[in-house]
């Protein structure tokens, strides 16, 4: 083994950690000295969203002393931030193994520090820990999920007084912070108790009924409150809000699919436990079918990505992907405010860099303004504050099936984006349509946009290492002409620079850096290579448009998009 790896398993052999993790590593070193390399070789990343990797020993894993010395470092960077101010944080947790056991050791460690935290009494939402923030008067919080990851995961997503993930300067700051502890010795683990507070009910409260001042249409939800809905929590944390929300709405035939309604961190029925996939949501579709259902939704684990269901032209049931579910999220809060006469001239919507360009077209036809910021919401959260008291902001989304509605939640929100998407699905139906038809009448309108996204992933201690390679050959030699079509715009977030590869033109892109690199073509294609920022994998996004003239033409043109991407991902040679 590497000395070095050798070393930090001596460390912890011989340091302040329980003979439990010990007698671990001691079976590893005799039955599998390789996983002992993967779980010592590097320390666990505490990125610019927190933790996040497989639950273990080691410095590489997910374990009470990787969580502590991170709590530790966010507790030195919120007092140095509020030297003369009481400290307060919120911290929730998902389903998954050890979320509760991570969110104590991290609601301990902030109390040692005298730091006063409000802990949920059991599982909740990403986005109510978001609400509680705001509520609360918090600097800051934790909720303990690693999202839609496979149950070997876990992970700790650290939050700003707003209720948004970091964001500069703080992310870099925090991480900082921590990187400064060293040792387990670091951490104060205990002490300081009467400084937790369990909160509840009360809080759910007061989400209801923020989440219920969003509805617009309570009067068409009134006359289609039999919409057959089938709802899946996939073990998760939305079984805990999203059916009272839902009744609360005023919805009375909500079926939630009962295999998957009870939290389990084994999610015993799926492999993934992502509502983007098929397979997860394959017992929920078979639910919606056998129901002759209006509208299906599944909500992954912490319930802030939501996966929507819907039968298409043809009478089938398909999953409508992150983009589709934006698109018709945005259109009808736009169409619907204004019909309602609440439209503000003001008003805005903001999506990401990699999100379809319909959303444009969408803003642009109802008269607001649409921005566009890098992926992930905390950079949504960071507009919504720039613009405060200057626009009025709507909805937010991005193509990773995400939605944040109105600005009392600074996350994405799959419990509101449920009774909102049924809201919606409830609406059409009163016009006589379903959503499925709803999109094809925007496409005439707006143009049919096509997206797909692919993901490569690099295993093991130098997948990191490929993906970066794969990012630099881009850069050194970007592709001049992408399927027939040449390359007009070279867009590169990293060094914030835009370049026309066809004239040499020069442009700065003001936007924070990103490792990101667009190319977008003459014939209006976008293509995007995205590394992840927790996971050794990264994401090719496709985005290609047509006309379409009728409903009728639907089937032909969807076809013709598809060969589209399949070719530009050949051309670029991806798979």
């Known amino acids: 083994m590497d000395n070095v790896i050798q070393e930090k398993v ?71 931030c509020y030297p003369n101010d009481v400290v307060k944080v919120a911290i929730a947790h998902d389903s998954r193994n050890n979320s509760r056991f991570f969110a104590e050791t991290t609601a301990n460690v902030f109390a040692a520090n005298g730091i006063k935290v409000f802990l949920f009494e059991s599982l909740r939402p990403t986005p109510e820990l978001s609400f509680a923030i705001r509520t609360l008067g918090c600097s800051g919080g934790v909720v303990c999920t690693a999202s839609h990851n496979p149950k070997e ?95 609360r709405f005023g919805f009375e035939n909500v079926h939630i699919v009962e295999e998957q309604k009870t939290p389990d961190g084994n999610f015993p029925t799926v492999g993934y436990p992502n509502p983007e996939e098929k397979e997860t949501m394959s017992i929920a579709l078979d639910n919606a079918k056998e129901l002759d259902a209006d509208i299906l939704l599944g909500t992954d684990p912490d319930a802030d990505r939501v996966g929507i269901g819907v039968k298409d032209n043809h009478g089938e049931w398909i999953l409508m992907n992150g983009n589709q579910t934006a698109v018709l999220a945005f259109n009808y809060l736009l169409e619907a405010r204004k019909e309602k006469g609440i439209s503000e001239p003001n008003d805005m919507i903001i999506t990401t860099i990699v999100t379809t360009g319909m959303a444009d077209e969408i803003a642009k036809g109802n008269g ?173 996004y496709f985005s290609v448009k047509e006309n379409l003239e009728i409903a009728e033409d639907y089937d032909e043109v969807n076809r013709k998009l598809d060969a589209k991407i399949e070719s530009i991902i050949a051309d670029m040679n991806l798979k």
């Open 153 to 247: 995961y876990n992970g700790y997503k650290a939050y700003w007084n707003d209720g948004s993930q970091l964001v500069p300067p703080h992310d870099k700051n925090v991480i900082n912070e921590v990187e400064k502890i060293q040792s387990v010795d670091d951490v104060k683990w205990n002490g300081g108790e009467e400084n937790i507070e369990l909160i509840g009910s009360e809080l759910d409260e007061k989400y209801y009924q923020m989440v219920k001042n969003l509805s617009v249409y309570p009067e068409v939800i009134e006359k289609q409150k039999d919409l057959k809905i089938v709802y899946t929590p996939i073990h998760g944390s939305g079984i805990m809000l999203v059916p009272e929300v839902l009744k």
């Open 368 to 540: 607001v303004a649409c921005y566009r910021v890098l992926t992930g919401f905390k950079w949504i959260a960071e507009m919504i504050r720039e613009k405060e008291e200057k626009e009025n902001y709507i909805v937010g989304g991005e193509e990773s099936f995400g939605l944040m509605i109105g600005d009392k939640v600074r996350d994405k929100d799959a419990v509101s984006a449920v009774a909102l998407l049924c809201e919606m699905a409830a609406y059409e139906k009163n016009n006589g349509k379903t959503l499925f038809e709803k999109l094809i009448d925007l496409y005439i309108k707006y143009g049919f946009f096509k997206e797909n996204l692919i993901s490569i992933t690099k295993k093991g201690m130098d997948g990191q290492q490929q993906i970066a390679a794969m990012m630099q050959q881009f850069r050194d030699n970007p592709p001049k002409v992408i399927n027939g079509s040449n390359v007009v715009q070279l867009l590169d977030y990293d060094t914030s620079k835009g370049i026309n590869p066809q004239t040499g033109e020069e442009w700065a892109i003001n936007l924070p850096k990103s490792n990101v690199l667009q190319f977008v073509t003459e014939d209006g294609s976008l293509i995007s290579a995205r590394p992840s920022g927790t996971e050794p994998k990264i994401k090719f």
């Open 10 to 80: 001596n460390q912890w052999l011989t340091g302040n950690y329980d003979q439990e993790t010990k007698d671990v590593i001691i079976k590893m070193q005799a039955e599998n000295p390789s996983e002992l390399a993967e779980s010592f070789y590097q320390s666990l990343e505490f990125g610019t969203g927190g933790l996040r990797g497989i639950m273990g020993v080691g410095t590489n894993r997910m374990n009470k002393y990787t969580v502590g010395m991170a709590t530790q470092g966010y507790a030195n960077y919120l007092k140095i």
